[in-house]
């Protein structure tokens, strides 16, 4: 089977850092995705890790360590626009497989 | 990138009834997916629409419940058929696309059809 796990809900303070997590047993392996969802709208793409590390963009980070089956996604300097679901996803196959996703919301 | 047109954005059904949702994308690609978003979760693949051959369906998810037509390499749609209430979420069709540097490559969605069955 296919496990994708994440916080369901996560609070913090605008102008903090959050890091959200993700565990994940699959089949197969070839990348981990991070996107972000408002209400009401498609997600959209945030990061893509294939290799083992970190990879920074602007006030997005993206961690992952294969071995463990781990990622995290890292947001500092929080806006109150980061209020939003963050969508953890594996690439089995050329199929993108969504974790259960976390629910953020940013307090001023 | 590629840009996908989804429809309709928003339905309301009645019960026992079929939608046929449309995803139009404006580059041809080899695969697309049509995933589920139930209400407050967070998205299921339904099947992959493959060209030139059926749909390929994940477990839970069948033909009859979910047909799915490929005609050509820009063009899918998926058919909610026999709706119940339980059939009330969000749809969305997403491709796969190559974007560029370091040979990572994302996924783009459709902006969604919200169906509601009463």
């Known amino acids: 089977g296919q496990n994708i796990d994440q916080p369901t809900e996560m609070t913090a303070t605008e102008g903090a850092i959050v890091q959200i997590n993700c565990t994940y047993q699959t089949s197969g392996f070839n990348g981990l995705f991070w996107y972000q969802q408002h209400a009401g709208e498609a997600p959209t793409f945030l990061s893509y890790n294939v290799l083992d590390g970190l990879e920074e963009k602007g006030r997005f980070s993206s961690f992952l360590s294969r071995s463990k089956g781990y990622s995290y996604l890292l947001l500092k300097e929080l806006q109150m626009k980061d209020s939003a679901s963050y969508l953890c996803a594996v690439i089995n196959t050329d199929k993108l497989i969504f974790g259960t996703g976390t629910r953020l919301q940013v307090f001023p | 990138s590629a840009v996908i047109s989804q429809k309709p954005s928003r339905d309301i059904c009645q019960r026992g009834t079929s939608l046929t949702i449309q995803c139009q994308v404006d580059?041809?690609?080899?695969?697309m997916f049509w995933y589920r978003q139930q209400p407050g979760q967070s998205l299921t693949l339904i099947a992959t629409?493959?060209?030139?051959?059926?749909?390929?369906?994940e477990s839970g998810f069948v033909i009859d419940k979910f047909p799915i037509s490929r005609p050509n390499l820009t063009f899918s749609t998926l058919t909610v058929s026999n709706m119940s209430p339980e059939d009330s979420s969000i749809y969305l069709c997403?491709?796969?696309?190559?974007?560029?540097?370091?040979?990572?490559?994302?996924?783009?969605f459709g902006s969604g059809t919200r169906l509601t069955v009463v």
């Open positions: 629409a493959n060209q030139g051959s059926e749909a390929t369906y």
């Open positions: 997403s491709v796969p696309l190559n974007q560029g540097e370091g040979g990572g490559y994302g996924y783009t």
């Open positions: 580059s041809q690609v080899t695969m």
